[in-house]
T-cell receptor
């Protein structure tokens, strides 16, 4: 059973370039989350979707960040233009609605380095 | 403001001993408390959770204790093994339609062989 799949695993880019991170949630899961992890700020929720609809994007740092979920099996997180302070590990996670638990299933993450 | 924090950033335990990782929270409205384990280079992995109407829950080699009076959460790992070495995060969420999970800063547990 495949877990949450993220790509790319590693990305190194230069400041000002566009970055697109991709996520395939676990099939059948209704919720999809994008988290960012840094040493300074820990794990922060950026945005989450329910049935492909963005529910809470209050964690998105600024207008340079955007996320989409065109269908139940795919989501993207885009940063344009990227800045060095965006360097972090970005995690996608999913869960099943109605599950009587706080469990999220995380992907392996996309490590972004902006030079 | 709301926060989920940890008392100790690092913890070293001899293999075979028990370990206790502590977490303080400030949001009394939280309904779920969850522990995650994160190994190097991987995403967080769910360990165990507990609802706010419980004070103890046990899993395989793990026990979570919740003390709502002092807003304290702990994770006990029995008979630690080298594979338990990781960063452990506590997290909290509210029920009833709010899916936001707020993570603490993490405790690095090192098991000494």
């Amino acid at each position: 059973d495949a877990g949450v799949i993220q790509s790319p695993r590693h990305e190194v880019t230069e400041m000002g370039q566009e970055v697109t991170l991709r996520c395939k949630p676990i099939s059948g899961h209704d919720y999809l989350f994008w988290y960012r992890q840094t040493m300074m700020r820990g794990l922060e929720l950026l945005i989450y979707f329910n049935n492909n609809v963005p529910i809470d994007d209050s964690g998105m740092p600024e207008d340079r960040f955007s996320a989409k979920m065109p269908n139940a099996s795919f989501s993207t997180l885009k940063i344009q233009p990227s800045e060095p302070r965006d360097s972090a590990v970005y995690f996608c996670a999913s869960r099943l609605a109605g599950a009587n638990t706080g469990e999220l299933f995380f992907g392996e993450g996309s490590r972004l380095t902006v030079l | 403001g709301e926060s989920v924090g940890l008392h100790l950033p690092t913890l070293s335990v001899q293999e075979g001993d028990n370990s206790i990782i502590n977490c303080a929270y400030s949001n009394s409205a939280s309904d779920y408390f969850i522990w995650y384990k994160q190994e190097s280079g991987k995403g967080p992995q769910f360990i165990i959770d507990i609802r706010s109407n419980m004070d103890k829950r046990q899993g395989q080699r793990v026990t979570v204790l919740l003390n709502k009076t002092v807003k304290h959460l702990s994770l006990q790992i029995a008979a630690t093994q080298p594979g338990d070495s990781a960063v452990y995060f506590c997290a909290e969420k509210r029920d009833f339609g709010n899916e936001k999970l707020t993570f603490g800063t993490g405790t690095r547990l090192t098991i000494i062989p």
